[in-house]
Nanobody
């Protein structure tokens, strides 16, 4: 019953900004790695950014310097600040999180349903 719900997508002009959110809810003991993926039209899903609970962040080369991933552990929420958006950023963005539901359980991956981002004039 772990759920990840993305929000914040929409239509934006090139050069604009959006801030995506991913809220985790349900039976959660701990959340380890969290990440944003995206799938553009006609392409496979790709990793956009990753943020471990206590480690360094990682970004795809295509978004470095433009996107910033962050998380609020008290709220079980992850964010993706997207600046200087380009038409190539158009995609459905998916939230991913490694969640342990109970003490002693190994984390497993959960996915949200996605939020659509369209960058167009």
């Amino acid at each position: 019953q772990v759920q990840l719900v993305e929000s914040g997508g929409g239509l934006v002009q090139p050069g604009g900004s959006l801030r995506l959110s991913c809220a985790a809810s349900g039976t959660i003991f701990s959340i380890n790695k969290m990440a944003w993926y995206r799938q553009a039209p006609g392409k496979q899903r790709e990793l956009v950014a990753q943020i471990p609970r206590g480690g360094p962040t990682n970004y795809a080369d295509s978004v470095k310097g433009r996107f910033t991933i962050s998380r609020d552990n008290a709220k079980n929420t992850m964010y993706l600040q997207m600046n200087s958006l380009e038409p190539e950023d158009t995609a459905v963005y998916y939230c991913n999180a490694d969640v342990a539901k109970y003490r002693g359980w190994s984390p497993r991956a959960y996915w949200g349903q996605g939020t659509r981002v369209t960058v167009s004039s």
